[in-house]
């Protein structure tokens, strides 16, 4: 055997930022429940005075802002620890455009079912959604949320033709996978006049969804239950929306043909879904990597365990995507908006 020792020392290099990157993975979840960012955002810090603002211990919060410096999550100089301005947008507000550590609980409730997803790779029968760990429920909502609240109502609704006009006139809506519900809330908050039904397969994420609805004082317009996509309840819609779950299903040509179902004559179905290339070669690059991750832990196992015709998985691309909604009877199909994370699409009967 001959290694060409550059080659491998590239290789032993991508490994280490990939472990240490895995490893570090923890520490985010643990500024993001212990605050420790939100403190920090405040101003800068020594080890003791983020300990004391926090409630923490000083030797703990010590290592952990050592190894948010290394891996640059936070500045350091001067004997004190400071996030940039960059640095807090990203880390420090959870109601904020941008909340990365909801990317980092997600990702480690998902990695909580490792045996099982390595189990189900030798039987097939994948593992669905509701039997992963509360972290991953808890994390997508806190990942996905920013992004709705930046651009859902302000960007991607208005670029439906007719629809911004329709919600405003008191139109009506099918939240189809919602969650936990922030997508629903804010389409409520955004359009007073609209209402707002929420489905999802996930008993206690309904339930969550449901409370957080009543805590916002929308319970008269935004109402859950519990609903495969293939029957949630209702028709006439102005607007259906999935946002990032089609690739989750195991039939979502029954998903697509039932949503065509609902829709009003001049109906829209709203489809946000992971962006996406239609081969691996379009799709080989950080983002993609990252999607391909979490659509083995999560997305292709679950569309297994519902027994359904495909799984798409998150990196299905648009031609795919067009091809479930065609075979499912939509005509129109239209790529409107791209975001770094999502590909927004407007598809009608």
């Known amino acids: 055997m001959t290694l060409d020792q550059g080659v491998l020392d590239a290789f032993l290099d991508r490994f280490v930022g990939d472990l240490g990157a895995t490893a570090a993975a923890g520490s985010v979840v643990i500024g993001h429940r212990l605050g420790l960012y939100r403190a920090l955002a405040e101003g800068p810090a020594s080890p003791a005075e983020l300990a004391d603002r926090t409630g923490t211990q000083v030797r703990p919060v010590t290592e952990w802002l050592r190894g948010q410096a290394a891996g640059g999550y936070v500045t350091h100089g001067d004997g004190v620890f400071r996030l940039t301005e960059e640095q807090a947008f990203c880390l420090a507000d959870p109601d904020g455009p941008v909340y990365l550590p909801g990317a980092f609980l997600l990702a480690l409730g998902a990695l909580r079912a490792e045996r099982r997803i390595t189990d189900s790779f030798r039987t097939g029968t994948g593992m669905g959604w509701h039997a992963h760990d509360p972290d991953v429920f808890l994390g997508c909502d806190a990942f996905f949320r920013p992004g709705y609240l930046a651009n859902l109502t302000s960007s991607w609704i208005p670029a439906l033709d007719g629809v911004d006009a329709a919600l405003r006139a008191g139109g009506r809506v099918a939240d189809v996978g919602c969650g936990l519900g922030a997508s629903s809330v804010l ?13 999802d397969y996930h008993d206690e994420s309904i339930g969550m969804a449901a409370e957080r609805a009543a805590e916002a004082g929308l319970a008269d317009r935004v109402r859950f239950e519990v609903a495969a996509a293939t029957t949630f309840s209702g028709t006439g819609y102005d607007l259906v929306t999935t946002f990032d779950c089609l690739h ?44 391909y991750g979490f659509s083995t832990l999560l997305c292709v196992p679950n569309a297994l365990a519902q027994h359904g015709d495909r799984a798409l998985g998150t990196q299905a691309g648009p031609r795919a995507l067009e091809e479930v909604a065609r075979e499912a009877g939509l005509t129109r199909f239209q790529r409107v908006l791209s975001t770094p994370f999502n590909d927004i699409y407007d598809v009608r009967r």
């Open 187 to 199: 389409m409520a908050q955004a359009y007073p006049r609209a209402s707002v039904s929420g489905s």
């Open 248 to 291: 989750d299903m195991g039939d979502p040509v029954g998903a697509a043909r039932h949503i065509r179902d609902a829709l009003a004559d001049d109906g829209c179905w709203l489809l946000v879904e992971p962006t996406a290339g239609d081969d691996l070669a379009a799709n080989t690059h950080p983002i993609g990597r990252m999607y």
